[in-house]
């Protein structure tokens, strides 16, 4: 459509599944602090849009809410977002920056739809410090319990204290502009297609023997004792 702005007005609570899909012109919306939810598919395919301020008062964003909206570079998710649905984010290619609140507490990033799927462009990655879940270190996205590095980006420097232990399926996976990674010896788990996709540059720095060595091994990616 040729819709290119759009302001919601303040009686407004919940905005609808597909409501704004496809709207290609959109580069800007207004939405009011009215709004707790933002639907499935509300603004897929929205390749104009560059910027949206997501609400204090949402607390549940929907399945590919914001899917392939691909003029996206910076996501704020605030404090009182608790449910946030398959691919929300995904395919927002252009995304170089993400915050998660501190209500956020499942993060789906195991398979190929996960939140932020094929976010190509990703560079930092900061979790609020109230989080209990997760936090970020090192432009990397953890889950502090198990120590899983969940998701990462062309940024990345995992943390060398021992916190990461594993590193999770397709937690790099997309990260084209990733030329190197040091993976500490702690770490002694590398779920499914965790580099999928990586350039064909990216060097893995380990240490001799490690789990991390012999995964690069396995897979024929390149790689360098330290």
Do not use: W
């Amino acid at each position: 459509t040729s819709l290119a702005s759009i302001t919601i007005p303040d009686t407004v609570t919940s905005i609808g599944r597909n409501a704004f899909n496809s709207c290609t012109a959109l580069v800007s919306i207004d939405i009011p602090e009215s709004v707790t939810s933002i639907d499935d598919t509300t603004f897929n395919n929205c390749t104009a849009l560059m910027s949206i301020d997501i609400p204090e008062g949402v607390t549940s964003i929907g399945r590919r809410a914001f899917y392939g909206c691909t003029s996206l570079t910076e996501i704020v998710i605030p404090d009182q977002v608790t449910s946030l649905g398959e691919s929300a984010f995904g395919g927002c290619s252009g995304l170089t920056s993400i915050y998660i609140g501190a209500g956020v507490e499942y993060v789906s990033l195991g398979d190929p739809d996960g939140l932020f799927s094929y976010e190509t462009s990703l560079m930092k990655i900061t979790v609020s410090p109230e989080n209990p879940v997760y936090h970020s270190a090192g432009n990397c996205l953890i889950h502090t319990e198990s120590g899983t590095l969940v998701m990462g980006t062309n940024s990345s420097v995992i943390p060398a204290d021992g916190s990461v232990t594993a590193i999770g399926g397709y937690a790099f996976r997309n990260r084209t502009g990733l030329t190197e990674i040091v993976i500490p010896g702690s770490v002694e788990s590398i779920g499914y297609s965790a580099f999928a996709s990586a350039p064909t540059s990216l060097t893995i720095y380990c240490h001799s023997g490690s789990f991390a060595q012999n995964y690069a091994k396995s897979y024929g990616l390149s790689y360098a004792i330290i």
